[in-house]
């Protein structure tokens, strides 16, 4: 085995280590977007659920929930009427 036999088996040691990296962040990255759109949907739900929750407690709050939420160009505030 001479020397340019060495550096041929290196090269394809280096390229197969690359190509093996690339697989493993594509796979790591498909991971992280499953998982951060996991956690969004979970606190989306759970904010959802207080909101339910808080509605079901508080006539208040539900009366503040219902309320005309459409803009009126000549108010300032963009709450319940």
Do not use: C
């Not at 659920?49 to 009366?63: G, I, L, M, P, W």
């Not at 219902?66 to 319940?80: A, L, M």
Request: aromatic residues 12%.
């Amino acid at each position: 085995m001479g020397v340019s036999d060495a550096v041929e088996l290196t090269q394809v040691v280096a390229s197969s280590a690359m190509v093996l990296s690339v697989v493993y962040l594509a796979k790591q990255r498909r991971e992280n977007h499953i998982m951060m759109k996991m956690q969004f949907d979970f606190n989306l739900t759970e904010r959802l659920d207080r909101r339910y929750f808080e509605a079901s407690q508080n006539v208040e709050f539900t009366k503040f929930l219902s309320g005309d939420w459409q803009p009126d160009p000549g108010r300032r505030f963009y709450g319940p009427t």
